[in-house]
């Protein structure tokens, strides 16, 4: 089918058109099934329909407009959840925040998108919001307002009937190609960028990668993902509502929470990050908790040892492990594995492009690379962003004249279009001449038995440029040498790939996504070879 075609009818096949109207398809589908369970907070469907409703009468008692953006600073809870829906149902634009952001980078988000009101936390991990932006220049923001507190409680309350009537008109006004959220870049390679998605390319999209996955109606799924990230938020909780499955939303990353609400609410589906089911994996043995209502995992990262994959579906007992490829800029995702696949086809590839939507491997010269060969990802379809908020420039640069994504990715296709990432073009370093992708390296090193943790980080060397330093994390109860493991290194792979240096360390920083940071690696180890 040709990909034009196949990505109209995806979306035309999509059983809601924006995200307030799959809330009202999912209540009319699901009635009083479960939708949203969160402590002692327990939703249906319907009633999560009717919470919706009167928080958008809310916002629009509070004075939102159609198209203002409001800003969520919070971690995963069913609040958060409400205030988001509410807010797309009253013609909002929702901006996540990063839970882990300071004062002032919460400021550049809030004053680049213009937000108008702020719906934030209570302190939660040491993180006190309101006192993050004591003193801060916040001019366009109009009101605040915190999770829990009475200001919240009260704004449904303070919704008059005409309140609740424009809230409706508002709701069936909202259309597929109206943008539903912002979501800001990492910000790795100078300011954060403000990517735009619609209401249409979202439902479209994770109704996709609800199907491929296998989410069902009746699955219990556990999101420790955090909302600010698609993959918490579209992955996570839109999914669930788009399948009719029930939200389980996760605080923080607690590995002795999840395995206790695996046991006590049955979890079937847990997505989430290698760290997490390396620390499932390495649990005291002997525990009380049953883990045997998994069913299916979703993660992904640069490196994901087979062995992983493998260990999840014997020793957790879960049938169906998958990963994927995204990026904020793709409305997150691009590529999913099959549950046919293998553990080694799962761990060294990302999948295959979801219906609808064009992957290729390029050249500097947008040349298409010949199969099994690297070059930079470019991806075309419904699933790309609209553009970064209120930056032609950026999105021009990211977006070509053919609708060409360019992800800033490296990676390879095979002869069936699995595609493997090798890296990103900025974390490559060149040793000698040589070209290092470090996930490459991270692979390999992974699958050493004493491994649990790797990361290849490129540190200045006099005479070849740079040089590989391998950040590694043993597994417990395992004694690593360092010399001794690169011993191991130098017959497994070329020379020139080999680290110079194997650091152990107690665990390797990660942000809220449990994706490692490397700038905070390169900072320490690249600081150190730099000064000697």
């Known amino acids: 089918m040709d990909a034009d075609v196949q990505r109209d009818e995806i979306m ?10 799959a809330v009202s398809v999912a209540a009319e589908a699901f009635g009083n099934s479960p939708a949203l369970v969160d402590g002692a907070l327990r939703l249906s469907f319907a009633e999560l329909h009717a919470e919706t ?34 807010a797309q149902a009253a013609g909002g634009v929702v901006v996540p925040m990063n839970t882990r952001l300071k004062g002032r980078e919460a400021q550049f988000i809030l004053n ?37 507190s009475a200001d919240w409680a009260a704004l449904s309350e303070m919704a008059s009937p005409a309140d609740r009537s424009e809230a409706a008109l508002r709701r069936a006004g909202v259309l597929a190609g109206d943008a539903s959220d912002i979501l800001f870049t990492s910000g790795t390679t100078g300011q954060p960028k403000g990517v735009v998605c619609g209401h249409g390319q979202s439902i479209a999209v994770f109704r996709t990668w609800a199907d491929r996955v296998g989410l069902a109606a009746g699955d219990r799924y556990l999101i420790v993902n955090p909302f600010f990230h698609t993959f918490g938020y579209k992955a996570g909780w839109l999914a669930c509502i788009l399948a009719g499955a029930t939200i389980y939303p996760q605080a923080s990353l607690d590995v002795a929470r999840v395995i206790e609400r695996i046991d006590s609410e049955r979890i079937t589906v847990l997505p989430g990050p290698p760290t997490l089911f390396h620390a499932l994996l390495a649990r005291p043995p002997g525990g009380a908790a049953n883990l ?117 990715d490296v990676g390879r296709l095979d002869a069936d279009g699995y595609l493997q990432i090798t890296d990103r073009l900025k974390d490559m370093y060149i040793s000698g001449g040589f070209n290092c992708y470090p996930a490459e390296i991270e692979r390999i090193i992974a699958e050493h038995p004493g491994v649990a943790q790797v990361a290849v980080i490129g540190v200045p060397d006099e005479r070849l440029g740079e040089v590989g330093c391998a950040c590694i994390v043993p597994r417990p109860g395992i004694s690593v040498v360092s010399d001794e493991l690169l011993a191991w290194c130098r017959t ?41």
């Open 492 to 532: 497994c792979m070329a020379n020139y790939k080999v680290p110079r240096e194997i650091v152990i360390c107690a665990n390797l920083p990660t942000n809220a996504s449990g994706k490692i940071l490397k700038g905070e690696l390169r900072q320490t180890h690249g600081a150190r070879h730099a000064s000697q």
């Open 292 to 408: 045997s209502s998994l069913r299916l995992a979703v993660t992904g990262a640069a490196t994901v040892a087979p062995s992983l994959i493998e260990r999840m579906r014997k020793e957790l007992g879960i049938a169906r492990v998958l990963t994927g490829y995204g990026l904020t800029e793709s409305c997150g995702v691009v590529t999913l594995s099959d549950a046919a696949d293998s553990a080694a086809r799962v761990a060294t590839s990302c999948g295959r492009a979801i219906p609808g939507v064009e992957v290729r491997c390029v050249d500097a010269e947008m040349r298409e690379m010949p199969t099994g060969q690297a070059g930079e990802v470019v991806v075309r379809g419904y699933n790309v962003m609209q553009g970064y908020f209120e930056d032609p420039a950026a999105t021009q640069a990211a977006i070509d004249a053919d609708g060409w994504l360019h992800t800033g």
């Open 53 to 86: 409703d009167c928080a958008a009468a809310g916002f629009v008692a509070a004075g939102l407009q159609p198209g203002d953006r409001v800003a969520l600073w919070a971690p995963n809870s069913a609040a958060w959840i409400v205030a988001c829906l509410g």
């Open 12 to 21: 035309r096949n999509a059983i809601a058109a924006t995200i307030p109207e």
């Open 112 to 148: 680049r998108s213009r937000a108008r009101i702020l719906v934030m936390a209570r302190p939660f991990l040491n993180m006190d919001y309101e006192r993050e932006l004591e003193g801060l220049d916040l001019p366009h923001l109009a009101n605040r307002i915190v999770l829990g």
